[in-house]
């Protein structure tokens, strides 16, 4: 969340970017599997001017092998990359042994289908089958089959999405992935912020604070179940601490300074940037978690937060009012060869970037209002992808392909706050579901 933190320390002006859970492991599921390496089945840039179209079989009339099958079909419908065809337009019989009748499937458009079957192998298990076959070429493409637990069908959904997405596209999906956010319930003046998370489409979600304590600014590890967050536990000022997702274990991330806030995990997991106040500015420090110590990257004589490690761990993007307001700025991983790359007429905040390399994504304000937008790591090629009343935190989805926020919008009783999903090319827009309000996500890597 870009929260605006008016406490003492940084009260000489707005701050902007600060800000016991079950795991599902992939080793649930077991996976046999036959794969056809033809190559994708059209480019990415294809597909967004006009969706795959895609028959997707139901793996059952109901109970649980048509949830797959919906699962199946808003993953990969939500994507914006492929067009579900309408079942009901399906000639009945049209997989005879197993085998699709491919002149049925052609007369539809469909460039793929999906067919599979679910059946109960007793003990609390499910063997899902699944195959996509490329119509076109009226061939097989992967077959694979899972046994896991009647519980983990929701996943195994994700998982044949990803790998028709794979199959498809060229690239790995996103879809068996899971975001971390915080949760916001109550009064809007004096709103319960719980730390939770969810499936990347709203399902399964799981509130691991009780709200006692205000929660922000949650960050996924990328390589483990752990998450770094924000807390004003102890009734002082904000702390970063870690929570273990599989043991439900919350520990303090050292004591610094005045706060310490806006955390991020670099790309192998085993450090942690944060902000850490000192007479009214911020210096990013980087800390170690397996107990090497901390290191200063740069002063505290102005406002140096959300810093953001780039995929390769070479360097850094923070925002900082260096320059008297606030922007983006880039430099090295150890501190040295800061530069400058927004100019815009406003201000910047909370740089995420891709996980791709290719985009940093940022929080931009001024006369029109908010919006996010995303640029070039040099700055160049920027363009705003969306706007409104109030619109900050964004962060990629594990194949870069999509970008998660959180939109608040004004209401009687005070305003909304929902986490949206986005393409990077601005278009394909799409509310998640939560049962709260909803704000900071942070998209988790894959699972699987």
Partial sequence: MMTRLLLPPFSRRRLLGAAGAASLLASGAHAQSATADNGPAIQVSGAQNAPIP????????????????????????????????????????????????????????????????????????????????????????????????????????????????????????????????????????????????????????????????????????????????????????????????????????????????????????????????????????????????????????????????????????????RDGNQQLFVMNADGSGVKRISFGPGQYAEPCWSPRGDLIAYTFWGSGGFSIGVMAPDGTGERIIAQGWLVEGASFCPNGRVIMFYRQSPTASGHSSNLVTIGVDGFNERMVDTPTYASDPSWGPLLA
């Fill in 54 to 321: 895609i028959a997707i079989s139901p793996f059952a009339t109901s109970g649980v092998g048509a949830q797959i099958t919906q699962v199946i079909t808003d993953d990969l419908s939500h994507s914006g990359l492929f067009r579900a065809i309408d079942p009901s337009s399906f000639v009945p019989n049209s997989v005879n042994n197993g085998t699709p009748v491919w002149q049925n499937w052609s007369l539809l458009g469909a460039q793929g289908l999906v067919t599979g079957d679910v059946q109960d192998s007793g003990g609390g298990q499910l063997r899902v089958e699944f195959r996509l076959w490329n119509v076109q070429s009226q061939a097989q493409v992967q077959g694979t089959a899972y046994t896991t637990t009647k519980d983990n069908w929701r996943r195994i959904a994700h998982i044949i999405a990803d790998t028709v997405y794979q199959q498809m596209i060229g690239e790995k999906g996103y879809f068996d992935s899971r975001v971390a956010f915080i949760s916001v319930s109550g009064p809007v003046t004096s709103p319960i912020r719980r730390l939770a998370v969810m499936d990347y489409d709203g399902a399964n979600v799981q509130f691991l604070t009780n709200g006692a304590n205000m929660a922000l600014s949650p960050q996924y590890n990328p390589v483990r179940q752990q998450l770094a967050f924000v807390s004003y536990r102890g009734g002082g000022s904000p702390r970063v601490y870690l929570f273990d997702l599989q043991t439900g274990a919350t520990k303090l991330v050292g004591s610094f300074g005045e706060m310490t806030i806006g955390p991020r995990f670099s790309p192998d997991g085993n450090s942690l940037l944060m902000s850490v106040g000192h007479n009214g500015g911020a210096s990013i420090i980087r800390t170690n978690l397996n107990g090497g110590g901390m290191t200063q990257l740069t002063d505290s004589s102005s406002i140096n937060v959300t810093p953001c490690y780039s995929p390769d761990g070479s360097q850094i993007a923070f925002n900082s009012d």
